[in-house]
């Protein structure tokens, strides 16, 4: 917390902080593996970016702090690691205050997916709201994510894993947590910024991944019919990596299986995690 | 924070709580005149209700705890009530943990509100980004306000006081943390709760006000056009009351000061406030 090495127990922050008063902030959440977080880059150039956007000063000696703190946590063979970035303590009302930024870095264990993910794929519902395309902070990985929570309880309740959310236009937008992927008709399609998805750091990965692998790929509006009748379709996230998407709304997308360009992507994905922090 | 006395520099909320890591969570503001907050009980139903939509348990007792804050902060002639309730303490991902909720009551002055903004009224900037009338979370008072503090923030850099939103279809639904009214045509307009207004407890009180008045009152869509164009203007809100709203993104409304009914209905406000706490 603010450079200072503490406990779970003992990590707090103040009551007044406009993260917690107003998801006033923003956050990047990284894959660590072997010690070394996985594109680090990206995410900090992503986060100053947001930073920017909401004229949130950017604390010095971020990427420091973080390498610190994998560090000082000696977090094993991989772990996951939270940055929050607040714009500090506020005086009450919406107004911004002059404020040093809050900055928290979280280790955790690696969450523990089940094999079933990637072996059978994700059940998706359609939440029954819809994502804004055009918000002042579409694109930005703010801390307001209680949306997501009420799109993924209302999944848990349907009986499915993750809520698939439209824009309010009617295109795919993004999943609670995570990108969508879509491969129909021999090219690989990705909702675009525009259609309110954010600009994952592992859709890059992927996107990048798809050409080098000589697949086509193209950002652009994706119906809802279309993903459910594509042949293969796949959610992308840091922590989770590539895991494949069978069933959305009760219908199966293709063979209602993981397909095997998803499972060439996914295997690719893990080769380049593996690759690039150096195992 | 959790029924325990602090004062301000040692209230403290986990780095892991959920409402500071993921805006799951709710609150109420509410304004305290000689130590009673006006309309409590309204304020604690609506949170109720919030609640109840994104599954958080409702803290038993909660108005107990208010009104022991408010007997242990002694706030004097006038002061502001925040409560907030998070879903508590996480475990990192979106999904929900049975977690204890976290109640945090802060006690603060009364911010004091220029002179010139009932005496002059108040000047807009229609924001950049809209509102979404159709999210998983519209008409709850959750944690995310970072969309206000961005719309708030470009309407500082336009020279105006607030930012008035516009849905996705192009109504006007609110200002960054106030409801709007409209007077026109012998009418008091606000836009209803399908625009992506806030049921705001303030906005509740000047409808039965104006109908008491004997005044039309009438919650349905209302274009920016109508807005600029009409008679009188006005945002409400609970600290703030009833603000006159004189000019949108340069143009005057009616008079360009505020006007008649505006004036009334501020003064019944005030009234009512005083009745119902006591004075």
Redesign the interface.
Same mark, same amino acid.
């Given at each position: 917390?603010n450079g200072e090495p503490?406990t !779970?127990g003992d990590? +707090?922050?103040?009551?007044? #902080?406009?993260?917690?008063?107003?998801? #006033?902030?923003l956050?990047e959440t990284m894959r660590i593996r072997q010690g070394r977080a996985f594109r680090l880059d990206h995410h900090l150039a992503r986060l100053g970016r947001g930073l920017l956007?909401? +004229?949130i000063l950017s604390p010095a000696g971020m990427r420091e702090w973080v390498l610190g703190a994998i560090e000082t946590a000696g977090p094993g063979e991989e772990a996951?690691l939270?940055l =929050?970035v607040t714009?500090g303590i506020g005086?009450?009302?919406? %107004?911004?205050v002059a404020a040093q930024p809050t900055v928290?870095i =979280?280790i955790?264990p690696m969450?523990v997916f089940p094999d079933r993910i990637y072996e059978s794929g994700l059940a998706a519902h359609v939440? !029954?709201?819809?994502?804004?395309e055009?918000?002042? =902070? =579409?694109g930005l990985k703010?801390? %307001?994510?209680?949306?997501?929570? %009420?799109?993924?309880?209302?999944a848990?309740r349907a009986g499915a894993d993750e809520a698939l959310f439209l824009d309010?236009d009617g295109h795919c937008s993004e999943a609670?947590?995570s990108n969508l992927f879509v491969w129909t008709g021999s090219l690989l399609l990705t909702p675009p910024m525009s259609c309110g998805a954010l600009p994952g750091i592992t859709r890059a990965s992927v996107l990048e991944l798809a050409s080098g692998l000589g697949l086509d790929t193209s950002d652009r509006p994706v119906t809802l019919e279309q993903t459910v009748e594509a042949e293969e379709a796949f959610l992308s996230s840091s922590l989770r990596g590539v895991a494949p998407l069978v069933r959305i709304g009760g219908r199966a997308i293709g063979a209602g299986s993981p397909g095997p360009v998803t499972r060439r992507l996914a295997a690719a994905y893990a080769a380049l995690v593996a690759r690039e922090c150096g195992s």
């Open positions: 917390v503490r !779970s990590a +707090h922050v103040s009551a007044r #902080d406009r993260g917690f008063t107003l998801a #006033d902030g956050f956007a909401l +004229h996951s939270r =929050t714009r005086a009450g009302g919406l %107004a911004p928290v =979280t955790s969450p939440a !029954s709201g819809r994502r804004n055009r918000a002042m =902070t =579409t703010t801390l %307001a994510y209680v949306d997501s929570v %009420a799109g993924f309880l209302e848990q309010t609670t947590a």
